[in-house]
């Protein structure tokens, strides 16, 4: 079955401290991945998504920026924290063969102070 | 006006009502149609997955899709406390990679 591992799971960081936050997708290959965030009380805002190795579209022009360097492999960063890049971060993926079933990883809980 | 446009809630109701849960949407394109869970602090829990328009029965949930009204439902039969989390809806269609979410609505199950 396809898991979707996500660590840290909750991370506090101080203003203008570097971020990496992993994502990592078991049981299948060549997945569309993606990176959401999600406000205390407010909806999943779309950060990124990739379609391959390489490939990566952004939705957000802020200062974070994402990577894949391996098939199953997601990286989130920022070279300098902000407060408002505190929330929840959610990775995601889809089911082998159903291109638009899509689901989340257990996410990472972003406390920047 | 919002994409998808979902109640916030709280909605509360007693252990084994009948519970629905709605979105509407503005985007007549979009094809494919999702339920999720999150219970708090947990990621989104995929519950059910439709295409296109019709009604889908998995357990004590079905999915409802009435792309005429642009409009989405999840009712939730013999409701359990265990229930009681925020439901979010969201939508794609086909070609494209942005999903649309609905912000979500809250619900809780009183025993």
């Known amino acids: 079955s396809q898991t979707i591992h996500q660590w840290p799971a909750t991370l506090v960081q101080p203003v203008g401290s570097p971020l990496s936050l992993e994502c990592t997708v078991e049981?299948?290959?060549?997945?569309?991945l993606y990176w959401y965030r999600q406000a205390a009380g407010r909806g999943l805002q779309l950060l990124f998504y990739?379609?391959?190795?390489?490939?990566i579209s952004s939705e957000v022009p802020q200062n974070l920026s994402a990577s894949r360097p391996q098939d199953r492999q997601f990286i989130l960063s920022s070279k300098k924290l902000l407060l408002s890049d505190s929330g929840f971060y959610l990775c995601?993926?889809?089911?082998?063969?159903?291109?638009?079933?899509?689901?989340f990883g257990p996410g990472t809980r972003l406390t920047v102070t | 006006q919002k994409e998808v446009e979902q109640d916030p809630g709280p909605l509360s109701v007693p252990e084994g009502a009948i519970v629905s849960l709605n979105c509407t949407y503005s985007?007549?394109?979009?094809?494919?149609f999702m339920w999720y869970r999150q219970y708090s602090r947990k990621g989104p829990e995929l519950l059910m997955y439709?295409?296109?328009?019709g009604n889908k029965e998995d357990g004590r949930f079905t999915a409802q899709v009435d792309k005429s009204s642009k409009y989405i439902s999840l009712f939730i039969r013999d409701s359990q406390p265990s229930d009681s989390a925020t439901y979010l809806c969201?939508?794609?269609?086909?070609?494209?990679?942005?999903?649309?979410f609905g912000t979500g609505t809250r619900l809780k199950v009183l025993a």
């Open positions: 995601a993926s889809h089911r082998a063969g159903s291109k638009y079933e899509q689901y």
């Open positions: 049981g299948t290959s060549n997945p569309n």
């Open positions: 990739s379609v391959g190795i390489g490939q």
């Open positions: 985007n007549s394109a979009f094809q494919y």
């Open positions: 439709t295409y296109s328009s």
């Open positions: 969201a939508m794609v269609n086909s070609g494209t990679y942005k999903y649309i």
